[in-house]
């Protein structure tokens, strides 16, 4: 009887699926990202969706950010996600249809901390500088609430009679306007979209009852 001094043949092991960012990742890795952005001296972002930023983003970066989500994605594929995730934003930023669930608007407003100011690099700065001072209502009085309709229209109905709210709005400064503003049209939205359901259930409902009590009365 002979034997075979063959290895037996190596099974291998399935490749594993890559790992999917959930909704909290997402939000995490934009946070630290902005984080690590504004703490860099460097912190001027280009115009180009394609690209991140014109920041040169380390490895040493890189190490932040996988750390901070647990050591579960590499280095590319934080990379590939930052990407995606401007991309995203500057698309939903021509189009605000495109911003449909709460975690959407949650991600555009980060992602605009980050990617929305286009200007040059010392303006940014000085925004950035009043903005963690708590110096963003200054312009308050240019503030028009016409820049606004969704808010303006829900205070309108709320208040009808009452014009005080006009000048307390503006007080609050044109970045919480506009998150608010984003908020109402995003309710406003799924408002429609539930009028639309409850008038599809109604006509197929209709239309099952009513050849049968056609039939019965005929007869």
């Known amino acids: 009887m002979t034997t075979s001094n063959s290895d037996p043949p190596h099974l291998s092991s399935p490749p594993q699926s890559p790992r999917v960012f959930s909704e909290s990742d997402e939000v995490h890795l934009l946070k630290t990202f902005r984080k690590?952005?504004?703490?860099?001296?460097?912190?001027?972002?280009?115009?180009s969706p394609s690209s991140l930023s014109s920041l040169t983003i380390t490895s040493q970066h890189l190490d932040l950010i996988e750390s901070s989500l647990g050591l579960r994605f590499s280095h590319t594929q934080i990379i590939d996600k930052l990407r995606r995730l401007k991309l995203k934003y500057h698309r939903q930023a021509r189009t605000k249809s495109l911003i449909r669930t709460h975690h959407d608007l949650r991600l555009h407003r980060i992602s605009r901390s980050i990617w929305g100011r286009i200007n040059i690099n010392s303006a940014k700065r000085h925004i950035a500088f009043h903005q963690e001072k708590g110096e963003n209502n200054t312009d308050a009085a240019a503030v028009g609430l016409e820049d606004f309709p969704f808010l303006k229209e829900e205070f309108s109905r709320i208040l009808p009679e009452n014009g005080?709210?006009?000048?307390?709005?503006?007080?609050?400064?044109?970045?919480?306007m506009r998150g608010f503003n984003e908020e109402w049209m995003l309710v406003r939205k799924e408002e429609a979209e539930l009028r639309a359901k409850r008038a599809e259930l109604e006509k197929e409902l209709i239309h099952l009852l009513v050849p049968p009590f056609g039939s019965s009365s005929i007869s």
């Not at 690590?36 to 115009?47: H, Q």
């Not at 307390?168 to 919480?176: D, T, V």
């Open 36 to 47: 690590i952005s504004k703490s860099s001296s460097c912190s001027s972002f280009s115009n």
């Open 164 to 176: 005080v709210w006009k000048q307390g709005l503006k007080c609050l400064g044109a970045e919480k």
